[in-house]
């Protein structure tokens, strides 16, 4: 299995309550609806608590702000997903045209990776 962890920075005219409910409640079905097409095996959201909840531990890594949210998705393998089609590319844009609404693309690191279990 192949993983794309995508780091969320929220557009700044939204606040972090408003981003993750409009993720939640709109994006996430979108998501769904296209799943199949993209050939998506598991979409997992990873909404933050208020940043004062790990102020400390930040602080004390000299670690940098926190993400609003963090998306995980799953595919079998980047064949799987190439065989997937044109079906895949219009869904791949429609998901793309609904980020731009709430999600700063810009500050949003996102990344391909295949996970290594240590615990679990």
Same mark, same amino acid.
């Given at each position: @299995? %192949?993983? &794309? !962890?995508?780091? &969320?920075? #929220? $557009?700044?005219? $939204?606040?972090?309550? *408003? +981003?993750?409910?409009?993720?939640?409640? !709109?994006?996430?079905?979108?998501?769904?609806?296209? =799943?199949?097409?993209?050939? %998506?095996?598991?979409?997992?959201? &990873?909404?933050? +608590?208020?940043? /004062?909840?790990?102020?400390?531990?930040? =602080?004390?890594?000299?670690?940098?702000?926190?993400?609003?949210?963090?998306?995980?998705?799953?595919?079998?393998?980047?064949?799987? @997903? *190439?065989?997937?089609? /044109? =079906?895949?590319?219009? *869904?791949?844009? $429609?998901?793309? /045209?609904?980020?731009? #609404?709430? %999600?700063? $693309?810009?500050?949003?690191?996102?990344?391909?990776?295949? /996970?290594?279990?240590?615990?679990?």
């Amino acid at each position: @299995m %192949i993983k &794309l !962890t995508f780091c &969320l920075v #929220r $557009l700044p005219h $939204l606040t972090r309550e *408003a +981003f993750q409910d409009y993720w939640f409640n !709109t994006h996430a079905p979108l998501v769904r609806s296209v =799943a199949g097409a993209l050939r %998506i095996r598991r979409y997992v959201q &990873l909404h933050s +608590f208020d940043p /004062e909840i790990s102020k400390g531990t930040r =602080a004390s890594r000299g670690g940098p702000e926190q993400y609003d949210g963090v998306a995980e998705l799953w595919w079998d393998s980047f064949e799987d @997903m *190439a065989a997937s089609g /044109e =079906a895949a590319a219009e *869904a791949g844009r $429609l998901l793309l /045209e609904d980020e731009k #609404r709430f %999600i700063d $693309l810009a500050r949003s690191p996102l990344w391909w990776g295949e /996970e290594k279990t240590i615990i679990g």
